[in-house]
DNA sequence: CTTCAATCATTGACTTTCTCAACTATTTGG
DNA sequence: CCAAATAGTTGAGAAAGTCAATGATTGAAG
């Protein structure tokens, strides 16, 4: 027998946009950190991580705008992953204030197997949807996501 | 002039819809926080208020279970809607354990004002997006947020 | 009818995440 | 060269999330 399934789904709460999405990134961030914890990362660290290991060698304050923290949540998050060998902080030849991070070998080994994680975690996450669905839903987030100034 | 518009975008980061959801839910959060401000409100304390005015009666644990929150977190949000005169808890005949959420006229009168401003967020947030989109979005997050058992 | 397990709301403790202000080193523009 | 802005860091405090325990009440089983 299946749940209630809410009846407080009939309610305009249920049909506003920013509601559903606080929602769903609710349910899709449980799912992933369950997936990670094993290899003792959370969504926001890999994101880190997979930033760092792709050669895009993001400084701290790429990050910290493109990821939506505040740069000391990035300084944390990066001093967790370099104390574990998976980072490092590298010179900015052109901006000696700056730092560049990038994933050490260790740190791009342990990626590729978060990746699979993640990637099954969405597969479930995002289950109710068909492959177009979610190119669907890719592009409306992107750009809420990234609409704003 | 408008800003760098991340080289980051072309990351595989930025085209996983479980991160997307993350930014944009942060992004629409702010935006309708900072409306919600004047009130003394922000979207978890009005999501709570909207339901209790709308006459679905949810008990704390409904409220709990379909906003996704701990029972202890809908107390605390209920203590401080109830100190205010906006909500009150009265009994449930059929479950004397079970307290019904409702909105006092002052909470509703509060609650009118409260969603023209949430409309209004809405309207900056998903600004890039057509009414035929936000439809569409508003239909894959809910499968998202309410699909899984 | 009684007992036992489950449920609802509550409390309290604790961790994580968020937000902000201050500070140092460095860069940039005048 | 100087002043203002920027990158990263630190630290503090507020908000949010997690978890276990408790009292009252219910429902199911015997």
Known sequence: MTE??????????????????????????????????????????????????????????????????????????????QGRGLVERRPDDRDRRSRIIVATPAGRELLEQALTEVRAAGDTSFAGLTDDERKTLTGLLTKVAFGGR
Chains 1, 2 share one sequence.
């Open 4 to 81: 209630p399934l809410h009846r407080l789904l009939g309610s305009d709460l249920a049909a506003d946009p920013a509601f559903l999405l606080a929602r769903a990134r609710a349910v899709t961030s449980v799912v992933a950190n369950a997936r990670l914890a094993p290899f003792q990362l959370k969504v926001r660290s890999l994101s880190v991580l997979w930033l760092a290991g792709q050669g895009f060698g993001p400084s701290q304050r790429e990050l910290s705008e493109f990821l939506g923290l505040d740069p000391s949540q990035v300084v944390a998050l990066i001093d967790d992953l």
